[in-house]
């Protein structure tokens, strides 16, 4: 949710941290701050961009070689200058940066209070560094052994870097339900919430698990211990990260970039898990597993936002493909119920972040249920990867884009993947059809890049509806999820107000919004309904409502009756939602550029939800 970077070493640490919060602002921005150690603390803090913190510090000299740096996605308190962070101690002697939510922070501060602390700031954050201060100045401790202390004290989730004037060589940092990494360099650490703002002074890192607290000095040493004041032993992993793959090169944004990595990304999912010509798929994360998956009566699908709407698309691949039931959770409404989760039911996980609270808590419940846990995520080493009993990665590398578009291709892919696999191995695929998929299948980059020459043409369409209010997206089938996305898509980027429905679904009281000033996007690529499509569309056409269809190349019948039509490649129908989605992705990138919003961070939203 907030973007947390952290430097201890030799270096300048004021521009490792400038540049560091710039690779991190997809996680908040509506403020950030920097907290640089030279004798005292020097603090600057600014509503707004990175930019505009940087327009504020302007000439003044920030040195030191140890500092940390935040940029905010605000949830207690408004974004201003006073709420961002870091914060400071009562005393002034410790900066603290945080990711997360401390639930019972008003009893701490109430109690903080009656012992004479008084509070700057609206944030739960201000409250956990002044309850630092507090056991540390009480108990005379140790920076980190107070922090310790501390987090023994609160309920609820964070990531936290704590810097101490007085114990200038060291850096404290501690995580509960919110990823933290620490980069190991020659004689200097680098703390960061991913690794965006390490990869390029060091490969070597360390994923902090859930209530470990780590101490990195300035001597090159780094030790951790759990919140029970167990020593844990480091595990050094090799990142495995580019970073041309964090930089927008030759794009004017990251969702552009990441809309047209497609065909890349959806290979490099596909690479090694399927072979058409010698008629093969496999998904590694099932082989170890593959008793329970062809067992299994149920699948539960928990996921938010638009890995949800993919969990959706994996719904219809599961049942009609394996022929194995399937729900599709709101995970957020899954952790607060009481479901009926058996063992024997497999429950998968959807995340791009592999970080999303909701999710994470939704797993934790299915696994004191005796479940079994599968991950489909994006990230390397997240917090789901390793909570799950077994799991994909989508390899979709990183996406730095509010709004997800490779991620959910590389979710849909690898469902399509695991879905005809687990239909063949249970013999509900005849093999015919088996090898007509995998051949499709693997023709599913080459037809996006088809579909992404259009763009001119899709940039006109969006040109020609810019203005509009209100969109409805509908579809059938398979394509009724894609609908969901396309319409969350031109919400997210453009602001504008969008639903998606099945198209079916439209006579039960959508209909009476449309008038020639709405926009109705229908994806009737589903030849098994081209009719019922056909008549849905005149339904539209009859009371004014301007019709954008998704059509097969050459469907010349709703070519006719559309006022705009963007043909994309035909496909099997379980893989349709592959290529609809793509030209639904450029519609709303190019209205939202055409109507001056920022399609990299939109309003009020932040890439990854660590809290709830």
């Known amino acids: ?76 308190g ?41 509070f700057e700031s609206d944030t739960d954050t201000e409250v956990l560094t002044h309850l630092i201060e507090e056991i540390q100045t009480r108990d005379d401790l140790p920076i980190d052994e107070a922090v310790r202390i501390a987090l023994t004290k609160v309920i609820g989730a964070y990531a936290i870097v704590v810097l101490d004037k007085e114990n200038p060589d060291i850096l404290v ?42 101490v990195v000095k300035r001597d090159g040493t780094l030790s951790i211990k759990n919140i029970d004041n167990q ?49 093969w798929i496999k998904v590694g994360g099932v082989e170890t597993k593959m008793e329970e998956f062809l067992n299994a009566k149920r699948i539960i699908i928990a996921a938010c936002g638009t890995s949800w709407i993919a969990g959706l698309i994996g719904e219809y691949l599961f049942e009609e493909l394996a022929r194995i039931s399937v729900e599709v959770e709101y995970a957020s409404e899954l ?47 997240s917090s789901i990867a390793r909570l799950t009993d077994t799991g994909s990665y989508i390899h979709a590398g990183p996406e730095i884009g509010v709004a997800s578009t490779k991620a959910f291709t590389g979710q849909v892919t690898l469902l399509t993947m695991l879905a005809i696999y687990l239909g063949y191995e249970k013999g509900r695929i005849p093999r015919p059809y088996y090898a007509q998929l995998l051949r499709e299948l693997e023709n599913i980059p080459s037809k996006v890049k088809r579909i992404l020459e259009k763009d001119d043409h899709i940039k006109y369409i969006a040109s020609e ?14 394509n009724f999820p894609v609908a969901l996305e396309g319409a969350l898509k031109l919400k997210e980027i453009s602001y504008i107000h969008a639903e998606g429905y099945p198209a079916a679904e439209m006579k039960h009281g959508p209909i009476a919004l449309i008038d020639e000033n709405m926009p109705v996007v229908v994806i009737a690529t589903n030849m098994s309904a081209h009719d019922k499509i056909v008549s849905n569309i005149q339904e539209v056409k009859a009371r004014k409502g301007v019709v954008i269809a998704i059509i097969n190349e050459g469907d010349n019948v709703i070519k006719e009756i559309a006022d705009y039509v963007i043909e994309i490649p035909a496909t099997d129908e379980p893989l349709t939602p592959l290529l609809s989605v793509v030209p639904l992705q450029l519609l709303s990138y190019h209205i939202a550029i055409m109507r001056g919003c920022n399609v990299d961070q939109p309003r009020n939203l932040a890439k990854s939800v660590t809290v709830e």
């Open 465 to 478: 509806i810019k203005d509009a209010t209100n969109a409805l997206y509908l579809g059938r089938g398979y």
């Open 335 to 381: 952790r607060y119920r009481n479901p009926i989760i058996e063992e024997g039911d497999i429950v998968i996980a959807l995340s791009q972040s592999g970080e999303t609270a909701d999710t994470l808590a939704a797993l934790h419940l299915a696994k004191d249920k005796n479940a079994l846990l599968y991950g489909i995520v994006n990230v390397v080493g």
């Open 173 to 214: 940092a501690a995580r509960k339900a919110s990823p933290l990494v620490i980069g190991i360099g020659r004689d200097e650490f680098f703390v960061a919430s991913d690794a965006s703002p390490i990869i390029e002074h060091t490969k070597k890192v360390v994923y902090l698990n859930d209530e470990e607290i780590a």
């Open 231 to 279: 020593i844990q032993n480091p595990f050094i992993e090799e990142l495995d990260l580019k970073l041309d793959a964090i930089e927008k090169g030759d794009f004017d944004s990251f969702m552009l970039k990441e809309i047209y990595e497609q065909p890349e990304s959806i290979l490099d999912c596909m690479r090694g898990r399927i072979n058409a010509e010698e008629g």
């Open 78 to 118: 408004k974004p201003n200058d006073i709420n961002a962070h870091p914060h400071v101690s009562g005393n002034k002697r410790l900066s603290l940066i945080h990711n997360g939510i401390i639930e019972n922070y008003q009893p701490l501060k109430e109690a903080l209070i009656k012992l004479g602390h008084t």
């Open 1 to 76: 949710m907030c973007g947390i970077v952290a430097y201890i070493g030799k270096q300048d640490a004021y521009p490792i941290l400038i540049k560091g919060l710039k690779r991190l602002e997809y996680r908040g921005y509506d403020s950030s701050g920097v907290s640089v150690l030279n004798g005292d603390l020097q603090i600057f803090k600014k509503k707004g961009k990175v930019k505009d913190l940087v327009d504020h510090v302007g000439n003044h000299r920030v040195k030191g070689t140890v500092g940390i740096g935040h940029t905010r996605w605000a949830t207690h």
